[in-house]
């Protein structure tokens, strides 16, 4: 058996979903600089910067991809690095620290197109801060709070 994912898309056709070049535009205008390679040596700088070309054939890697529901294992891997959460807390005690996954920057624009096509039917459990966009920092407040 093999690890890899397998896209299951509810729609009537792939036409419903089309990723376009202004869809990848934005995933790549979302990077963040300045942060750590994984295995693939790739930043987002390299992305940023790239060649125009690169944006069609990511549209066209990605157009496959959805199509035969197939996601390469590659997009799967990532660096479990952990974050402190208190600098003033027992920093031997794992409480203290919270789990983040470095992904690979292909994979992160490739996330960022399916929430920019379907992320009005994606959910996020109420207890989640740390991916939703800033709504109402006062009811993150009392959350947070109570």
């Known amino acids: 058996m093999t690890n890899e994912f397998r896209l299951n898309y509810a729609g009537s056709t792939y036409k419903d979903m089309c990723v ?3 869809d990848i535009e934005a995933a790549i205008k979302n990077l963040k600089k300045n942060k750590i390679a994984v ?3 790739i930043v987002a700088e390299h992305v ?3 060649h125009p070309c690169l944006i069609v054939l990511l549209k066209l890697l990605f157009h496959v991809m959805l199509l ?3 996601v390469p ?25 919270r789990p983040i996954t470095l992904s690979p920057v292909i994979s992160k624009v490739f996330e960022s197109v399916l929430v920019i096509n379907c992320g009005e039917f994606l959910s ?3 207890r989640q801060f740390g991916l939703k966009k800033i709504q109402d920092v006062i009811m993150r ?3 947070c709070t109570m």
């Open 48 to 50: 940023i910067y790239c």
């Open 20 to 22: 376009t070049v202004e």
């Open 68 to 70: 035969y529901g197939y």
């Open 141 to 143: 407040f009392l959350f």
């Open 39 to 41: 295995a693939d040596h």
């Open 73 to 97: 294992n590659d997009f799967a891997t990532g660096i479990i690095v952990p974050l402190i959460k208190d600098k003033s807390g027992d920093l031997t005690s794992a409480e203290y620290y």
């Open 124 to 126: 996020v459990n109420d």
